[in-house]
T-cell receptor, first 114, second 109 residues
Framework: DAGITQSPRYKITETGRQVTLMCHQTWSHSYMFWYRQDLGHGLRLIYYSAAADITDKGEVPDGYVVSRSKTENFPLTLESATRSQTSVYFC?????????????FGEGSRLTVL | DAKTTQPNSMESNEEEPVHLPCNHSTISGTDYIHWYRQLPSQGPEYVIHGLTSNVNNRMASLAIAEDRKSSTLILHRATLRDAAVYYCILDTGRRALTFGSGTRLQVQP
């Protein structure tokens, strides 16, 4: 199906484990983003990517690693999960970096770190 | 980054118009005004955006003040499905959008 999909939708893990959240988009959008949303709060940018092999830090990048070997995929890895990383993670994509492009969001990945 | 200010919450009755205000007094000349909304347990979705002129689409209307220091998102007839958090965001063209706390809209039947 066309669109932006995230997996897994739900994940429970333990402190110290590595977790990878996947994001896949079918539009060939140049820009992709990872946000986190803590309970009752707005979204905060973790990392973004302007194209394959180009990534940059957002507001809260510590503890996260991203890669973008293919335009359509933008995985987010928590190298050693901590309880403070319990959150809902949203992936998004955009056609361009300009100020007129619409941002498309995935349905979110709810991560619980015990 | 230019900042926006929105009320924390608003209430409306079903089938009545809703005016959601946003202040952005430090907006620069090239910043676009974007609105997104987030329904419960879903990712944000695009609503509308504009630069200087008022804009209309199937979801809503955007009224932009002449000095661009404020804007209003207008839902012409609120439905229960419009209950969501609405985010007013200034797009500076730096690729990523910064989301604030938004306005939580409650729609009463």
């Amino acid at each position: 199906d066309a669109g932006i999909t995230q997996s897994p939708r739900y994940k429970i893990t333990e402190t110290g484990r590595q977790v990878t959240l996947m994001c896949h988009q079918t539009w060939s959008h140049s820009y992709m983003f990872w946000y986190r949303q803590d309970l009752g709060h707005g979204l905060r940018l973790i990392y973004y990517s302007a194209a394959a092999d180009i990534t940059d830090k957002g507001e809260v990048p510590d503890g996260y690693v991203v890669s973008r070997s293919k335009t359509e995929n933008f995985p987010l890895t928590l190298e050693s999960a901590t309880r403070s990383q319990t959150s809902v993670y949203f992936c998004a994509s955009r056609t361009s970096g300009g100020a007129t492009g619409e941002l498309f969001f995935g349905e979110g990945s709810r991560l619980t770190v015990l | 980054d230019a900042k926006t200010t929105q009320p924390n919450s608003m209430e409306s009755n079903e089938e009545e118009p809703v005016h959601l205000p946003c202040n952005h007094s430090t907006i620069s000349g090239t910043d676009y005004i974007h609105w997104y909304r987030q329904l419960p347990s879903q990712g944000p979705e695009y609503v509308i955006h504009g630069l200087t002129s008022n804009v209309n689409n199937r979801m809503a209307s955007l009224a932009i003040a002449e000095d661009r220091k404020s804007s209003t998102l207008i839902l012409h007839r609120a439905t229960l499905r419009d209950a969501a958090v609405y985010y007013c965001i200034l797009d500076t063209g730096r690729r990523a959008l910064t989301f604030g706390s938004g306005t939580r809209l409650q729609v009463q039947p």
